[in-house]
């Protein structure tokens, strides 16, 4: 069939199709820009597998995407996981999934593809600078598709949280408590670093940190202004909080930095902006833009004393995912709760405007997606440690894992190193500068 | 009064210096060298450039002892430096002539010996 007609047939909207083009574009950028938020903030020595856990991410998750994850997410079977309807991309066409989308499922399918991506990127945070990359790779295969497309199923689907009423408009379930949950469980079944605790472990260069959060934050204006799949009132009301709420997030961060340490630190910034988006992703679409700007204050509190607990403890969960994504996901959207507004939303009141119910199902995402996230998540490692080593030794984690997981260095100086010539090659035909 | 130079992997100079300070020594001075101990080629591949790396970081520890703490040294770093394998490094000790403490003027002995001490 000729596309425009198909397009006709099925009332495509040609303004909403072309923003969610482009947020999906904007959405896969924040993977490589959390990868060098990630590699800022470990020890040089690690640079290159930290960023490429990110990248690996992308090359796994976009798979497994496409192959059963997405028919998981958002298939119809029952209302805990979505079944086989679109494994492997069976009747995703470019007509819309239903009468309510405006955009082919197709876009549909690749936008909520780019949110499986990063989340499985968000999760190795917490086990950078020792976990195996190969363990890493199918941790990353497994969980897109166990946890991952089951939480989205249940939040944005037709699953039982969906269906049940719960708001979370960009991903406060499936993405932001999966990886932070998620990720305290990966770090207690991977365990600390030889180091942690013994030695102060330092971010190595704060500028890929703050560069990366500002990409991230830039990313994020597709993430939350595209998840109303359009160019409706929601996207409006959520690509406007986006801006609000991390700028509210970063002046608070920059007071309680104040009060703790009498200064104002970039690193603690670039985790701001970070916690900012994270808190107005569950309600980006459902609350005023003055209560976003509250959220970011008040959502700031919590995960910075979580941020200065957690290093106290033995859980080396490295880079934080569980302050920075699972608590302020958590906070959010337990928020929408009591702030959402009808006049604003157009669906439903929080508790606030005398809408009780609406905290109750607010409450039951955020104990349910917590809890599943962290039993299947220390599962599944637990599994996979049966079967294959899930870190490297002691004596390669001290080497780095840039030269024991991928022969590379980031900051290769090539003093000393000499070049290898394939034997037969290069006979004859010596570089000009060489001859004289 | 003598010069302990110790050469050892750069992964092991936090260990090193554990030790030097359970061993109460103080005073230290550590730089970044590279070089080639006899150990095993690390190969490296970008792009299809596949490299050999000839020449090994290595972090080079000096410190100045008075004759009570030359042992001391010499025991932390080889004990803070083994791993076991080629390339673990060396240890040189060598005669020192004179020292001298910038701030008070103190010579030999008294320049080497902690302040405290």
């Known amino acids: ?436 | 009064m003598k010069l302990v130079i110790g050469i050892v992997r750069p992964e092991k100079a936090n260990d090193v210096l554990e030790a030097l300070y359970r061993a109460q020594v103080r005073g230290v001075s550590l730089s970044r060298v590279q070089g080639h101990g006899g150990e095993l080629d690390r190969v490296e591949t970008y792009r299809g450039t596949t490299v050999k790396m000839g020449l090994a970081d290595k972090v080079r520890f000096e410190v100045a002892v008075s004759e009570p703490f030359v042992e001391a040294a010499v025991g932390a770093l080889c004990e803070g430096g083994r791993t076991g394998e080629v390339g673990d490094g060396k240890v040189f000790v060598v005669p020192l002539e004179r020292a001298v403490r910038i701030r008070t003027g103190d010579t030999d002995e008294g320049a080497v010996t902690p302040v405290g001490a």
Not at chain 1, 54 to 75: D, Q
Not at chain 1, 111 to 138: D, K, N
Not at chain 1, 229 to 244: E, H, K, M, R
Not at chain 1, 252 to 269: K, P, Q, S
């Open chain 1, 1 to 436: 069939m000729d596309i425009t007609l198909l397009a006709q047939a099925a009332k495509i909207d040609t303004g909403d199709t072309a923003w969610m083009l482009g947020a999906t574009a904007l959405v896969l950028m924040m993977t490589p820009a959390l990868g060098l938020f990630y590699a800022g903030l470990v020890r040089s020595k690690n640079t290159l597998n930290t960023f490429m856990m990110c990248i690996a991410a992308i090359a796994i998750a976009a798979i497994t995407w496409a192959a059963i994850g997405y028919s998981f997410a958002f298939g119809d079977a029952n209302e805990i996981i979505g079944g086989f309807d679109y494994a492997f991309l069976s009747d995703v066409t470019l007509a819309p999934k239903d009468d309510e989308s405006t955009i082919p499922h197709l876009l549909f399918f690749a936008f909520q593809g780019t949110f499986c991506i990063i989340t499985v990127a968000l999760i190795s945070g917490a086990v950078v600078e020792r976990m195996r990359f190969g363990a890493f790779l199918l941790f990353a295969a497994l969980w897109s598709v166990l946890v991952y497309a089951v939480l989205a199923h249940w939040a944005f689907g037709p699953g039982w949280l969906f269906n049940g009423g719960t708001l979370d408009f960009a991903g406060g379930v499936a993405v932001e408590m999966a990886s932070g949950f998620g990720a305290l469980a990966a770090a207690l079944v991977v365990g600390a670093r030889k180091d942690y605790g013994r030695q102060a472990l330092l971010p190595h260069n704060a500028v890929y940190s703050l560069l990366g959060a500002g990409l991230l934050w830039f990313g994020w204006f597709g993430f939350n202004g595209g998840s109303g799949f359009g160019t409706g009132v929601n996207s409006v009301l959520a690509f406007t909080n986006t801006l609000l709420c991390p700028a509210a997030a970063l002046v608070a961060w920059f007071v309680m930095d104040l009060i703790r340490g009498r200064t104002v630190t970039a690193v603690g910034a670039a985790t701001a902006i970070i916690v900012g988006c994270v808190l107005i992703t569950p309600a980006g679409g459902f609350i005023s833009p003055g209560w976003a700007i509250l959220l970011g204050v008040a959502g700031a509190l919590p995960c910075y004393a979580v941020i200065a607990f957690r290093p106290r403890t033995r859980v080396d969960e490295t880079l934080d995912v569980l302050a920075a994504h699972g608590i302020a996901g958590f906070t959010g959207i337990l928020f929408i709760g009591f702030f959402a507004q009808k006049s604003w939303n157009a669906l439903s009141d929080g508790l606030l405007y005398g809408n009780a119910e609406q905290l109750l199902d607010q409450v039951l995402a955020a104990v349910a997606a917590p809890a599943y996230a962290f039993a299947a998540t220390f599962i599944l490692l637990k599994v996979i440690g049966l079967v294959m080593p899930l870190r490297t030794s002691e004596r390669e984690e001290a080497l780095g894992m840039d030269v024991v997981q991928h022969g590379e260095e980031a900051y290769a100086t090539g003093e000393g190193a000499i070049l290898v010539v394939p034997e037969g090659e290069l006979e004859g035909e010596r570089p000009v500068a060489d001859v004289a």
